[in-house]
């Protein structure tokens, strides 16, 4: 079936260590997003790849960074973790043009000791 | 990030009653609009989707849309004990852009 696939399900890193989350589609959709939702809150979009063109949302952290390498993969760093960044990390992905649904993967379950 | 709000309950429905969830949202040029189901530790999964001003249904599911008002709801009738989850409602602007509110959690008792 197609479908985002995120892993790992559950991450957990140190205080200030750099992290990597990844995310796969089989869907070829040309739209990724990363979005972190914490607990009891919306989901925060913190940016979107359109094919290779990055999009950043303006109050996210520089913090934050993300790849695509390739239409299937793309990649959330956190260079330096804070505690403030446990969250979950949700992969998503759309074709682009208005009316476009959202897919999402699993999550990412992030964990800052 | 554009506002979507919502009521964040939570909204306790006896089984078979109807659960009324609503949004509204600030971005006056959002052409299309969603709702998600979110289970306790789980990602989001598509119930609705509406495009057009007036009602939607799709089974026990009927969503609303006003664009003068800015306004969409959900209506779950026949509510039943698996339903009980977080609601989100998303709009969707005229570019890429998804924005989330905060969801209503909704509680069906049996």
């Known amino acids: 079936d197609a479908m985002v696939i995120q892993n790992p399900r559950y991450q957990v890193t140190q205080f200030g260590k750099p992290v990597t989350l990844s995310c796969s589609q089989t869907?070829?959709?040309?739209?990724m997003y990363w979005y972190q939702q914490k607990s009891s809150q919306a989901p925060k979009l913190l940016f979107h790849?359109?094919?290779?063109?990055?999009?950043n949302e303006a109050d996210t952290p520089d913090n934050f960074q993300s790849r695509r390498p390739n239409t299937s993969f793309c990649f959330l760093d956190i260079r330096s973790p804070g505690l403030g960044d446990a969250a979950m990390y949700l992969c998503?992905?759309?074709?682009?043009?208005?009316?476009?649904?959202?897919?999402f993967g699993s999550g990412t379950q992030l964990s800052v000791l | 990030q554009k506002e979507v709000e919502q009521n964040s309950g939570p909204l306790s429905v006896p089984e078979g009653a109807i659960a009324s969830l609503n949004c509204t949202y600030s971005?006056?040029?959002?052409?299309?609009f969603f709702w998600y189901r979110q289970y306790s530790g789980k990602s989001p999964e598509l119930i609705m989707s509406?495009?057009?001003?007036g009602d939607k249904e799709d089974g026990r599911f009927t969503a609303q849309l006003n664009k003068a008002s800015q306004y969409v709801s959900l209506l779950i009738r026949d509510s039943q004990p698996s339903d009980s989850a977080t609601y989100l409602c998303?709009?969707?602007?005229?570019?890429?852009?998804?924005?989330f509110g905060t969801g209503t959690s909704l509680t069906v008792i049996p």
């Open positions: 998503a992905t759309s074709s682009h043009g208005t009316g476009e649904k959202l897919f």
């Open positions: 998303a709009v969707n602007n005229t570019g890429n852009q998804f924005y």
């Open positions: 971005d006056r040029v959002s052409q299309s």
């Open positions: 509406i495009y057009s001003n």
């Open positions: 869907l070829n959709h040309n739209v």
């Open positions: 790849y359109y094919d290779k063109d990055f999009n």
